[in-house]
């Protein structure tokens, strides 16, 4: 008697799988195994019912039959999805997100007018009717801070930059500054997963696994959407990052991000142990697919087909990553141009290098993520070294794409969950401040292929409050990153739950054509 | 003249009401002089008057293709009338009826353009047209008796056939009208409109790169001349040109240089998108804010015709990207494509879902190994690839020998080979190449001055090459697009 692969109970007496049916009807059989994939089927035997009464018994026939089998419930077929819906002005893109919202009146947003209305009260007409965070909605007073550092203009279109981001003011001349990104979310998880996957609920797929998803893999030796995290600094005020944040949520589990560690390996048990040599690893991977096969053919699960790919994209990276990950061949102008920081694994300038490797490479997406900008108090302290951190990785990385020519196809962008209020958290003094997160206006910046380099897109009122021109809320701002990537945000859609879903979510969302090139 | 009388005569032996038709005749006569002399008689002088007229010349629109039916429904009725004759019989009446409809229509048609005040070249051959149509549907109603006893054969399908001419040249003005003059050819593919030579007949505005005819001009030709142009000239005011904008409509001008405040066509446009006077009128869209924005700071700034510039007006330069040629469509060669490929290593990527945006040739997986011989048996899909990704590859100076013939490649990454740039010169043929990666290659300045000819190559990359070495600390600092 032929058990089942993963059946280890020899006692149990023969089932189904040991009659002598078709194997389709097998598989039929076992497919109505999982609870998901009885659910759906009892709702359809619902609906095939109604059919039924209504055709008056004739409607049930083979081919009925045969509709049913193929419906939704399976694998949803790729085939001509892995296409841009046209021709992409960028290949590929890299997200340099900034966990805990950066403070945009101190970076970008600047308002020289505050200066003057240092520790007066914001109007109540400014604020309205907003409901705030726990953390200030009891303070007595909303006292205005202005920003504790000076703003000078740069590049030839002398747009304004904070001196907290010396680097970075070196190249406003190839940005699009936004300065009117707004959010619904006013805390760190819902904000970010707002961002990440368009819903602040958990469960969506983020821009990445989307573009995995409709565009495909460029490389077959590497995955085509990788999450890089800069090591935590504990002076600063941390929020947690998650996997959630690069989850496939309904869609395959391959086309999630591939996170590389901060330190240590980068890819954990990707080596082979001792005494196991690549010949050894591949045998052993050939049994198991087989063994996967067997149990794909028998549950009809998509997952084990997921499985199957990501084992062997694991023995390809046993190659590509410690290639990937070989800085030594670099030549010393990347080291003057990082900084001397970017040789240390998991730093942000690290990251930054690594990204441009992988761009090169031709990894899909990669995603950088830094935290510690909640910002809360201390921003005076705080905040320079946030962007001593991030400043030159950020201008190194464009600059190299730039040099390269790799700029030309690749769409950078740097963004984190949502604004800093323009009054302080806590007490105010000349020295020092704190400020709340603020989702009616924040500042991001876009570069590279699609966009339209050298402007300033949105304005905000004088206390960099709220929108008054031009709003970008995240649904359009995540909309135009698929548009620069040949992707129309309405096109790419996945059945699940009744609804084809998308990243833009179901509010109408729509490309912001100021933004593009 | 002579045949024509013949014809009566014949006629009035033929059928039994003989003497009517000459009378019958004799109306259909007046009625077509009457209906020649009626653009005489109520001049459309470009006033509006009385509101019934204008209220029942809207109904124009909607009557007018109850007589076009019924036109295009005689011919069919006629030929399927030769299998099924109680079908023809129908024909005539159907004919009849295409008459009265015809003459409500022209009457609607001139109490529109009456009342309206609207007067222009394509509203006058559009009348025309509906005069001449009307005449011709009467005299083939005339002449059908004859034709169906069979004894004057020609004439009556000789006038139908004029009818029908006539009926498209008419409902195309009409359609002008309505929808504008290059409604049909807007989106016709270009090939198409090289054949019909529909750029060659369409009067473009002095292009030259003055602010008015770049930013100005196409504003007001996409939303206003359709009905303030040479076709039709609502209220007398026409945004076709310069001259005639300038010189205003029949309340005077609408444009006072230096003024915005004054200027009628800037209050016209900017009032409440449900005001009676607002402009674009009949819940056309209106226009948007940044265009009103140059139109203010253009008549602020004096309403040139000639300044290059508006001050506090900086518009994104149109794109220079040279016109991309589509490619012919791969899609059947897609089945052998993938076999090779999987041969290969190398990839080819469809671009997009379009076949015409081509193809990529893909290396990366390869790249150690792909070489000038492998490179050499994608030729074969040469017209399709539009990108060549050779970065990091094996291939040599020999490459381009074989690249040259990619004739539609628009983007050539080469960075990290061993070329040397020997043989450059023969990307010359390549017009459509916009990009060109040598980074991190061996090119010298020397090798690279063929490309100097290619007019279209503007994105140059030579990082880290001997044409452009890097030097540690200011690698940060160095252009990296290298201007020829």
Known sequence: MKLHPLCTDTDHGPTVMDLPIPPGLKQEWAAFETRRQFFGRTGKVLGWAALASLLGGRGVTGDAHAANTNGPAGPQAAGDLKLPNFAPKAKRAIYLFMSGGPPQIDLWDYKPNLAALYNKDIPDSVRGAQQLTGMTSGQARFPIAPSHWAFKRYGKTGTWVSDLLPYTARMVDDLTIVKSTNTDAINHEPAIMLMNTGNMNAGKPCLGSWLAYGLGSMNDNLPTFMVLQTKVNDKENNQPVSSRLWSSGFLSSEYAGVGLRSSGDPVLYLSDPNGVDREVRRKMLDAVNEINHQTYEELGDPETNARISQYEMAYRMQTSVPELADLSKEPQSTWSLYGPEAMEPGTFAYNCLMARRMAERGVRFTQVYKRGWDVHGNVTGLLPILCQETDRGCYALVTDLKQRGLLDDTLVIWAGEFGRTVYSQGGLSPENYGRDHHPRCYTTWMTGGGVRPGITYGETDDYSYNVVKDPVPVRDFNATLLHCLGIDHNKLTYKFQGLDQKLTGTTPASVVPGLLA | ?484
């Open chain 2, 1 to 484: 003249m002579k045949t024509f009388k013949d014809v009566i005569a014949r006629a009035d032996q033929l059928l039994p009401q003989g003497r009517s038709i000459r009378v019958v005749w004799l109306a259909a006569l007046l009625m077509s002089v009457e209906l020649l002399l009626l653009p005489l008689i109520f001049k459309l002088d470009g006033q509006a008057h009385g509101n019934w007229q204008q209220f029942l010349g809207r109904f124009h629109p909607l009557v007018v293709h109850v007589p076009i039916g019924l036109i295009l429904l005689v011919p069919v009725l006629e030929i399927a009338g030769l299998a099924r004759p109680a079908l023809r019989e129908a024909a005539g009446f159907v004919l009849k009826l295409s008459f009265i409809g015809c003459l409500g229509a022209l009457i609607l048609g001139y109490l529109l353009a009456y009342g309206g005040g609207d007067v222009g070249a394509v509203v006058t051959r559009h009348m025309w047209g509906g005069i001449v149509l009307t005449i011709f549907v009467l005299l083939c109603a005339l002449a059908r008796p004859w034709w169906i006893s069979g004894s004057v054969s020609r004439v009556y399908p000789a006038l139908l056939s004029c009818a029908l001419l006539a009926l498209v040249w008419a409902t195309h003005q009409g359609g002008s009208l309505t929808h504008g003059s290059n409604y049909l050819t807007q989106y016709m593919p270009a090939p198409m409109k090289q054949i019909l030579l529909v750029d060659y007949f369409q009067s473009s505005p002095a292009s030259s790169g003055s602010f008015y005819a770049m930013h100005i001009h196409p504003i007001f030709d996409s939303n206003c001349v359709a009905c303030h142009g040479e076709g039709k000239i609502k209220g007398g005011l026409r945004l076709d040109s310069y001259d005639v904008l300038m010189k205003g409509g029949k309340d005077g001008a609408v444009i006072v240089p230096g003024k915005p405040e004054s200027s009628t066509l800037l209050a016209r446009v900017t009032l409440p998108s449900d005001h009676k006077q607002f402009m674009p009128a009949d819940g056309k869209p209106p226009l948007k804010p940044e265009q009103i924005a140059w139109i203010r700071a253009w008549i602020q700034q004096g309403a040139s015709p000639s300044a290059a510039t508006v001050n506090g007006v900086t518009i994104r330069e149109e794109s220079k990207e040279p016109t991309l040629q589509p490619v012919g469509d791969y899609s059947g060669m897609m089945h052998e494509i993938l076999l090779m490929q999987q041969g290969q290593g190398a990839k080819l990527v469809q671009v997009s879902r379009n076949p015409a945006d081509g193809l990529v040739l893909s290396t990366v997986d390869v790249a150690g190994s792909f070489d000038d011989a492998q490179l050499a048996q994608f030729q074969k899909y040469a017209p399709y690839i539009v990108e060549v990704e050779l970065g990091r590859t094996a291939v040599t100076n020999g490459c381009f020998d074989t690249l040259a013939k990619f004739t539609n490649l628009r983007a050539l990454h080469l960075e990290g080979t061993g070329v040397t740039g020997v043989g450059l010169q023969e990307l010359a043929p390549l017009t459509q190449l916009t990009y060109l990666n040598l980074s991190e290659t061996k090119v010298t300045p020397a090798n690279l001055a063929p490309l100097g000819a290619m007019k279209n190559l503007r994105h140059i990359y030579l990082y880290n090459t001997p044409a452009q070495p890097v030097s540690g600390a200011d690698a940060a600092q160095s252009a990296s697009r290298s201007a020829l």
